[in-house]
């Protein structure tokens, strides 16, 4: 018999039970499962719900059961459903009628609730912890090449010169942020549920806060139906994991664009890369293939969690059991990708004199040649268009603007003069972009200390 099939007359089928089942996956959570258990059985026992002997042997047995867990010792059972009737089912083989005293004041509804906020509040903090060990490698790589200048790209065609430091902090920024959606997305988490009940509470003096107090949440739940009724906090989760795995993706991308003969900007670890069964010359770029191909896989999570919220009448509704596998699967794939890719960076070989000629090709000089008239008094749109004709002109006959004579600049405009060679050297160009944001070494420096200072908070 179910511990709820007091008002049933028959067994349910055999491929039901596998069918209902969640336990093959929601068994993930039996240490949070315990503890929360442990935490509702002491305040059970001081509110004077069940004797406080009772509590007390219950909170030992729910201890030795989590011990037996960790150490391998125990076999659930798919006709237990989930975690919850797993733990209870052989709390009260183990300690009999007083183990059947723990469910007293809460229902499956707003323990599963409690769960997996405990779950997602741990994971948060571990790839939180991920997050700052890439940025600290990605601004250790900045600080080894503030001085390594590269071509800066706007639809993949050479645009401005940059510097490898400029580009590498560009995607700290954007970890940053997906820091502070992570922090963000805990606190919606860090609201606990348990004492909602089924989805109306319960007649017990429950002291709620006690069990928030003790299992390290900021607050409780306000309203019971919502307590019991909504994830959306795993939503929020889900949609922060998916934009760490599009900036993930956006850089991966790049990386295996510099890692080709066209490119040839940066070697990768042969421990990042993998061979052809074929081609023996081939050296793959794998691993950021695979991160790239599995930032698919978490936005499906997180479209389907959207999907199965979307239609759903307060309060608890079964579907919710679909929560579980869409977040684990997330967070696991989040877990394997960042230290993928933080070891891969941290690895990776520059080609600097590659990323240096790039950069003095394709007339990523332009802009500053056009900036240069304009402080010589030439109105900009003027000078926009009189580097249009040098770039054809230097187009059509094969050369560099930092390669023509200064007859041929005066050709096209006479305010030309000797200065302008200075101006359009790429060390100049990004020498000279020194305000906030720039690429400039001297600014670069100042937001590699202050990244210095964020990781060390």
């Not at 990605?138 to 639809?155: F, K, R």
């Not at 307060?314 to 684990?328: P, S």
Request: proline share 3%; aromatic share 8%; hydrophobic share 40%.
């Amino acid at each position: 018999m179910k511990l709820w099939g007091g008002r049933f007359t028959k067994s349910t089928d055999s491929f039901t039970d596998h069918f209902h089942s969640s336990i093959s996956f929601d068994q993930r959570m039996y240490k949070e499962d315990i503890t929360g258990s442990m935490a509702h059985v002491d305040m059970l026992g001081k509110q004077g719900v069940i004797p406080v002997e009772d509590a007390k042997l219950i909170h030992k047995t729910l201890l030795e059961i989590l011990d037996d867990i960790e150490n391998g010792k125990v076999v659930f059972d798919e006709k237990a459903e989930d975690i919850h009737m797993n733990v209870e089912t052989i709390l009260i083989s183990r300690i009999g009628d007083v183990g059947k005293k723990l469910h007293t004041g809460r229902s499956r509804n707003d323990q599963v609730a409690l769960d997996i906020r405990m779950y997602v509040k741990e994971q948060i903090t571990d790839i939180r912890k991920l997050m700052l060990e890439l940025i600290e490698a990605l601004n250790n790589i900045a600080e080894a090449n503030i001085n390594t200048i590269m071509p800066g790209y706007t639809h993949l065609q050479r645009a401005q010169p940059v510097t490898l430091a400029h580009h590498v902090l560009a995607y700290c920024e954007m970890f940053k942020r997906d820091i502070e959606r992570l922090d963000d997305t805990y606190k919606r988490t860090n609201v606990m549920p348990l004492g909602s009940g089924a989805l109306a509470g319960t007649t017990y003096p429950l002291d709620r806060s006690m069990v928030a107090d003790t299992l390290g949440f900021a607050a409780i739940t306000l309203d019971s139906m919502d307590g019991v009724s909504d994830r959306d906090f795993c939503v929020e989760l889900l949609s922060t994991l998916s934009i760490i795995m599009m900036h993930l993706s956006r850089f991966c991308e790049e990386i295996i664009l510099w890692s080709s003969h066209e490119f040839k900007f940066v070697e990768l670890d042969d421990a990042y890369s993998t061979g052809s069964s074929i081609m023996p010359q081939k050296k793959n770029p794998d691993m950021a293939e695979l991160i790239r191909g599995k930032t698919g896989r978490v936005y499906g999570d997180l479209m389907g969690m959207l999907t199965v919220m979307k239609g759903l009448p307060l309060a608890y509704n079964k579907d919710m059991q679909e929560d579980k596998e869409g977040v684990f699967d997330a967070i696991d794939t989040i877990k394997m990708c960042v230290p993928v890719f933080t070891n891969m960076i941290k690895t990776a070989v520059f080609k600097t004199d590659n990323m240096y000629n790039a950069a003095k090709g394709g007339f990523t000089n332009a802009t500053d040649a056009a900036d240069w008239l304009v402080k010589h008094g030439v109105p900009f749109r003027d000078a926009h268009a009189i580097l249009g004709q040098l770039v054809l002109y230097c187009i059509n006959n094969n050369t560099s603007l930092e390669d023509l004579s200064l007859d041929e600049f005066k050709a096209i405009s006479p305010v030309f003069d000797e200065t302008v060679y200075d101006a359009i050297s790429v060390e100049k160009c990004v020498q000279a972009r020194n305000i906030v944001g720039g690429p400039s070494p001297e600014y670069i420096k100042t937001l590699i200390q202050k990244n210095k200072e964020y990781l060390a908070k």
